[in-house]
């Protein structure tokens, strides 16, 4: 288990982590309640499958179902 913070350079208020080889709960809304686990769709690669997103607080339309989403940050196909 992998988990990132990356927040804007210029947002003094937060702090990057990263965690690895265990879920932290606090850092969680509603602890362990609050994490969503999903299965790694890729074949050789980190992928989810994406069906509806959200950035800036404005959901993002995703047009003719789900698609398969990369997640790994060294993927040249990003």
Do not use: C
Request: net charge negative; no cysteine.
């Amino acid at each position: 288990m992998v988990g990132m913070n990356f927040e804007r350079p210029n947002d003094l208020n937060s702090i990057s982590e990263l965690h690895m080889g265990y879920y932290d709960f606090g850092e969680v809304r509603n602890g362990e309640a609050g994490v969503n686990y999903y299965e790694n769709i890729g074949q050789g690669q980190w992928a989810l499958m994406l069906e509806d997103m959200q950035y800036d607080n404005q959901f993002v339309e995703i047009n003719y179902g789900g698609k398969m989403a990369l997640i790994d940050s060294g993927n040249t196909t990003i």
